[in-house]
């Protein structure tokens, strides 16, 4: 388990200006207590990494003291910056979810920005807020704990689950899932099951990940209007929330050349804390609709969780 060591925790009571190490600092639901951060925000709790620090020391020939970049803890140990969204730091009962990866410069009112004309914070420092609160204090320990994103692939076929034919449309979509995660350095973990045409195993399934909260789920095969094609029918009754902008446009683009496209039945949206797309069985289909997924997939998944990303 990786762990930061806590080399100072520092306040301050107005925004814009440097803050002042002290002995210990108080987490609560909103950030550190008294700072002027704190809030009912993304942004709670700000933490930076000597690591950058010395960087910044020695591209600009100064010294710098803890809390001058305006961070709330400054810690030693790893590059904070290689971090993700909902990643989280523990120590004891406290939990941190991180929830941004540096900030918009406001240049003129950073104090540091203004002595120097530069500030770390921007590209190296991350923000998080509380879980968990407690007490903090200069020489603890925070242990990294990445997010595991878990991912359900589901392909239903009477034909493939009967072995009459290898599925490639659901081993496509585990290809370039994984692809995706990895490309952005993202623990991820992916379960595939194939399954025949059958609407109560599939609803089976999707209870399953709406309570084991899997955060991604795509399904291959029965978008149509054929006799055995309910995947729709069978999504759309168990999300909370529909996102019809993203099928709407794919069938509308690849529609556009091709009519056939647009019978398509394929429905996008949100199940408890899961995000779902069911996609065409086809092969081509699969990577015309991934692609278009990809775009805008971790947006979704931060907007889900509340954070953002803007």
């Known amino acids: 388990m990786q762990r930061v060591k ?36 993304n942004r709670q709790i700000s933490l930076l990494g000597t690591e950058s620090i010395m960087k910044f020391e ?20 790893m590059d904070l910056w290689t971090v993700h969204p909902l990643d989280r730091f ?27 004309g530069n500030c770390v914070m921007p590209k190296e420092g991350i923000f998080c807020r509380v879980l968990s609160p407690g ?7 925070l242990e990294y704990h990445p ?9 239903l076929s009477d034909r493939a689950s ?33 399954i025949a045409d059958d609407p109560v195993k599939l609803e089976e399934l999707l209870h399953k990940a709406k309570e084991e909260l ?11 209007i054929g006799p055995r094609d309910f995947t729709h ?39 408890g804390k899961s995000l779902i797309f069911t996609l065409p069985g086809s092969l081509k289909a699969v990577n015309e609709y991934m692609a278009e997924i990809s775009t805008s997939l971790m947006h979704m998944i931060h907007m889900l969780h509340g954070l953002d990303s803007h």
């Open 6 to 41: 806590i080399n100072s925790v520092n306040i301050s009571g107005q925004k814009g200006t440097i803050k002042n190490a002290v002995e210990m600092v108080e987490l609560t639901h909103s950030g550190v207590r008294n700072d002027a951060h704190a809030g009912h925000w």
């Open 58 to 77: 020695k591209e600009s020939g100064r010294k710098v003291v803890p809390g001058e970049f305006a961070e709330n803890i400054t810690t030693t140990g």
């Open 90 to 116: 523990t120590s004891g009962e406290i939990e941190l979810e991180v929830t941004q990866i540096g900030k918009e410069c406001h240049g003129s009112s950073c104090a540091i920005f203004k002595e120097v």
């Open 135 to 141: 007490i903090l204090k200069a020489g603890m320990e």
């Open 147 to 155: 997010k595991m994103f878990r991912i359900m692939v589901i392909t």
């Open 162 to 194: 009967a072995g009459e034919y290898e599925d490639r449309s659901g081993l496509r979509i585990r290809e370039l899932v994984a692809e995706f995660f990895s490309s952005l350095n993202i623990h991820h973990f992916i379960h595939y099951a194939l």
């Open 214 to 224: 899997v955060d991604l789920v795509i399904t291959t095969g029965g978008t149509g």
């Open 233 to 271: 029918d069978v999504v759309r009754r168990l999300l909370d929330k529909e996102i019809p902008g993203i099928m709407e446009f794919i069938r509308i683009k690849y529609g556009t050349d091709k009519p056939a496209a647009l019978l398509s039945r394929s429905v996008a949206g949100v199940m």
